[in-house]
């Protein structure tokens, strides 16, 4: 049985005394069941800074006109194929999580001006040239990437990480631990060449 984002909505109230979900600033929707996000519902949360809504099934983003205030986005553990529709808050959102999805591309990323943390671990990322997608969000510091099929291509979680440092030479830590001087110096050096 599948629930609505109106009746989640409707339940986070009576689990919150009553406080209605428009004056929230942290909406937790996680585990509900959810197959279908509901841009009316949703964008009357107007003062919602995090919208938590891991856990659920939901196979595609929506619009989200309304959420002027959104910071953190989290939609782990869900059935979506691509990032898209961020437009709405592509100026204040900081953070998305999308792990543990079926995600391909990070097209759609490019409109978040200030987006500092990406956690996309566990989705379908094929190759770090996709990587390449993210130069445009020059604010980025933190990502994580483990467990998505382009970690195949290198023999080391350390070559990985020099390998995502090399196309995102601003970032501070990468799937969850400090990026270290000497990575950030392997990465600025010429590729070797082996014979």
């Known amino acids: 049985m599948t629930t609505t984002c109106a009746q989640a ?3 986070w109230e009576a689990k919150n005394e009553g406080t209605p979900a428009a004056e929230a600033t942290e909406l937790n929707l996680c585990n509900q069941s959810i ?3 509901d841009g009316k519902a949703l964008g009357s949360m107007k003062k919602c800074k995090k919208l938590s809504l891991s856990t659920n099934m939901i196979d595609k983003m929506i619009a989200l006109p309304g959420m002027t205030e959104l910071k953190i986005l989290s939609l782990g553990r869900n059935n979506l194929k691509k990032i ?3 437009e709405d808050v592509s100026g204040t959102l900081e953070q998305l999580w999308v792990s543990y999805n079926s995600i391909a591309s990070l097209d759609g990323l490019s409109c978040l001006t200030n987006l500092t943390t990406l956690y996309c671990s566990n989705n379908l990322i094929k190759s770090f040239s996709e990587l390449e997608k993210l130069k445009a969000n020059e604010k980025l510091r933190d990502v994580l990437f483990i467990g998505n099929p382009m ?3 290198v023999t080391s979680k350390e ?3 020099i390998e995502i440092l090399r196309i995102l030479p601003n970032l501070k830590k990468i799937d969850g631990e400090f990026v ?3 990575e950030l110096e392997a990465a600025q050096a ?3 060449s082996e014979s």
Do not use: V
Request: no cysteine; glycine share 0%; aromatic share 4%.
């Open 180 to 182: 270290k001087p000497s």
């Open 9 to 11: 909505l409707k339940q």
């Open 151 to 153: 970690y195949a291509d």
């Open 35 to 37: 197959a279908k996000l």
């Open 190 to 192: 010429p590729p070797s």
């Open 84 to 86: 898209e529709k961020l």
């Open 159 to 161: 070559e990985a990480r």
